[in-house]
């Protein structure tokens, strides 16, 4: 989620497409995405491996069809064949979409929100509970997994250092060629406006509760929030 100006309406599946692309089964390489699908795959779809009360289990934990699931695990195993993604295979993934810059420590951020277990792996149960979250979470859940993901050492509040290591790592992954004129202080400038919206109490950090309060009060935010609403 981007706390700062929202997308314009013609760039909504562009960043749909490049939301996508995190994921295994969506990459032009692999499977199809959930939506190119149709009734016709479904005995080619049959011959997946996956434990029918796994598969039970994560339906009723997630906002996935069964269906979907059955196409997100075969991509998910297409990719990762061990059934586990470790942070150097998650990096190299989605380093390849961002070839004009440098991913790395953004997608190291995000590997930890995804690794809830923290055992330096993520599951394809790890990473369906998150993809339904942001995809298909209500607002404040979406808020919440946003939260976690800024709130770098997860002691329940986020630091101007915490986010301007988050800015830093989004403007080192976009690249030069994206943002040519962009100044070496923006980073920190885009820190001190987020704190001058969050930190109601001025008192140097951020809460959930301000979070989620500032964002639901915020236009800009809640429009950029509602971009993923049924990609897939």
Same mark, same amino acid.
């Given at each position: ?5 929202? $997308? ?19 990459? $032009? ?7 190119? %699908? ?9 011959? #997946?491996?996956?434990? $029918? ?13 069964? @269906?979907?699931?059955?196409?997100? %695990? ?13 942070? &150097?295979?998650? @990096? ?6 961002? $070839? ?21 792996? #993520?599951?394809?149960?790890?990473? #369906? ?38 800015? @830093? ?6 690249? @030069? ?41 915020? &236009? ?13």
């Amino acid at each position: 989620m981007n706390v700062g100006h929202p $997308p314009s309406s013609q760039s909504k599946k562009t960043i749909k497409q490049r939301f996508l692309k995190l994921l295994p089964c969506c990459r $032009p390489t692999a499977a199809p995405s959930v939506s190119q %699908y149709s009734i016709e795959d479904d005995f080619e779809l049959s011959t #997946v491996c996956y434990r $029918p009360e796994g598969l039970d289990k994560l339906q009723e934990q997630t906002k996935f069809t069964k @269906k979907e699931l059955q196409i997100l %695990y075969r991509g998910f195993k297409n990719e990762c064949p061990s059934g586990m993604v470790n942070e &150097e295979t998650f @990096k190299l993934i989605y380093s390849q979409f961002f $070839p004009q810059g440098d991913s790395s420590t953004y997608a190291h951020f995000l590997f930890e929100a995804f690794d809830t277990r923290k055992n330096g792996s #993520v599951s394809f149960e790890d990473f #369906v509970m998150g993809l339904s979250i942001i995809l298909r979470g209500s607002i404040i859940d979406r808020l919440n997994w946003a939260f976690n993901l800024y709130d770098l050492n997860k002691d329940g509040c986020i630091t101007k250092e915490e986010m301007t290591d988050i800015m @830093k790592s989004i403007y080192d992954m976009m690249g @030069k060629c994206t943002y040519p004129s962009m100044q070496e202080d923006a980073p920190r400038e885009h820190v001190e406006n987020f704190f001058q919206k969050m930190d109601r109490n001025n008192d140097g950090v951020v809460t959930i509760e301000e979070f989620i309060e500032s964002c639901q009060k915020d &236009e800009n935010i809640m429009q950029s929030m509602q971009l993923f609403d049924n990609v897939i």
